[in-house]
């Protein structure tokens, strides 16, 4: 377990920093202590082992703290947000505690347990016991309560047991080449699990965990610079933010590796962040449900991914029969760190897991049976007269010819039953004639006729970069509509 690895590093390396907490370094040995006090503290809360919590902490070092410590007693921790209000109610209702800071909701929940400035204090000022038991440990053990984007529904909610967790923190130490001269920038909260599961990675492997105020795309920059960072995670509109807003004279790392999921990165993203920026850009596709299922690292520049060792990919139809190679279709995947089904929703398990198989609902293609293609959601489908793409298709064209700004793309159903194109724009730096010129160019290889441009004041997206579609076609009426 991730207390054990602290431990380690606390009795071999006790002075190496493992976290730095905006501007405040802990100590493995610090850390360790604290893990410590906090399991005897929270072990009197009364959660039984194998019980569930929801954390909602906004202070860095107090919730690694608390998630760690619930990870040593067997206990599963859910992350959710200040600022979720009554999403986070089904959640709180379903686990056997809520643990948050008092400014964050309690709606829904059946306990609830105070993180309090005086609480913390007093338990991190315990008197230091060498002689703690050593708790139990097993493969099942819960660990993490995830849940899905949402994207394209309601949130659904899933359980890493102990393996699964383990499995994930091995796989960010292999992808990235994490060790303990590595050094992370948390640039997601901890509810997106590729970031909590890359943070106890590093954690494990020895490094140091950076956290600081990140209000601006600029401030990613300076914390590279500042911290020394050599590893982080981004999604590709957050690569494009930090690369428009790199500060005068900013001098690219000697050594930067940048793991980006959640949206494919395009060709001219790569190569613009790879001359600026990084020296490596590492583009994973998988799920919670799945685990790792492909990554594209920098030496390729087509698109396509390599199939992890273990996973097995198909591409079948509409009636789930296999199509042979080169064939766009469905993708169904086998890993070794899949979930079985969600929690409480039977309906949501038999639609996406059939037969040992998650259909994670995005199309693709596979180049020889272990190159992966990622072309899109299948329910995103734009459909042109029987003509179908895939909206990241088009808005990967469009931001090569509007390089600034955010692109969201989709499709309405007019009077006449005919699905008419539209474009989002979010502060692309170009008039509306040289807007529509740029795009008009983008879209002509594509034969989708005309097309709307509307410019708005955002792109809606999720933790994870992905954008939500359904909150981009109901923001039409808050932007301005115009077209060729």
């Known amino acids: ?35 410590r006090n ?24 107090a919730q690694w703290l608390l998630l760690l410590a619930l990870e040593r007693l067997g206990i599963a921790t859910a992350s959710f947000g200040a600022g979720e209000g009554t999403a986070s109610a089904s959640l ?33 000022a315990l008197d230091a016991d060498d ?62 699990n590729g970031m909590y599961a890359c943070a106890t990675a590093c954690l494990r492997a020895g490094g140091t965990v950076v956290a600081v105020d990140l209000q601006e795309p600029r401030d990613i920059a300076l914390a590279i610079s500042g911290h020394a960072i050599t590893t982080l995670i981004l999604a590709p509109i957050q690569i494009a933010r930090v690369l428009d807003a790199l500060p ?20 001219a993203l790569r190569s613009r962040a790879l001359t600026l920026l990084a020296t490596e850009l590492i583009d994973m596709y998988g799920s919670n449900e799945a685990g790792f299922i492909s990554s594209t690292s920098s030496r390729r520049d087509d698109g396509i991914g390599a199939v992890w060792p273990g996973v097995r990919v198909e591409i079948v139809d509409e009636r789930d029969v296999p199509l042979p190679l080169g064939q766009m279709g469905k993708i169904r995947v086998k890993t070794p760190d899949m979930v079985q089904g969600y929690l409480g929703d039977p309906e949501a398990t038999s639609r996406m897991f059939k037969d040992g198989w998650f259909f994670p609902g995005d199309l693709g293609i596979l180049h020889e049976s272990r190159r992966l293609q990622i072309i899109g959601r299948g329910d995103d489908l734009l459909n ?13 064209a469009i931001l090569k010819t509007v390089t ?37 160019e983008a879209l002509r290889p594509f034969h989708v006729g005309g097309f ?3 410019r708005l004041p955002r792109i809606p997206r999720n933790a994870n970069g992905k954008i939500q579609r359904d909150l981009l076609k109901s923001m039409v009426a808050s932007g301005t509509t115009f077209s060729p």
């Not at 207390?3 to 100590?27: C, M, Y």
């Not at 692109?407 to 807007?435: K, P």
């Open 92 to 124: 709180l209702a379903s686990v056997d505690l809520a643990l948050s800071e008092p400014h964050f909701p309690a709606v829904g929940a059946r306990r609830h347990h105070a993180i309090t400035g005086e609480w913390l204090t007093h338990v991190l």
């Open 1 to 35: 377990m991730s207390a054990d690895f602290i431990a380690f590093h606390a009795i071999e390396r006790p002075d190496a920093v493992a976290l730095v907490d905006h501007g405040r370094t802990v100590t493995f040995a610090a850390c360790n202590q604290d893990i």
């Open 131 to 192: 002689h703690v038991p050593a708790l139990p440990c097993s493969p099942d053990d819960p660990v993490r309560i995830l849940r899905t984007s949402g994207t394209t529904g309601s949130p659904k909610r899933l359980l890493h047991p102990r393996s699964l967790h383990d499995a994930w923190v091995t796989r960010w130490i292999v992808l990235t080449g994490l060790t303990h001269r590595s050094r992370l920038l948390l640039t997601m909260s901890f509810t997106v």
């Open 248 to 267: 005068e004279g900013f001098v690219k790392p000697p050594s930067l590796t940048i793991c980006s999921f959640g949206a494919a990165v395009s060709s």
């Open 384 to 396: 042109f007269g029987g003509h179908k793409l895939p909206p990241e298709a088009l808005e990967r």
């Open 404 to 440: 600034l700004g955010d692109i969201g793309v989709w499709s309405v159903r007019n009077a006449d039953g005919i699905e008419e194109l539209f474009v989002g724009v979010c502060d692309a730096g170009f008039d509306d004639r040289e807007l529509l010129k740029r795009v008009t």
């Open 452 to 454: 709307h441009a509307v």
């Open 38 to 61: 906090l399991t005897r503290a929270l072990g009197e809360l009364g959660v039984p082992r194998g019980g569930s919590v929801a954390l909602g902490c906004d202070e860095f070092y």
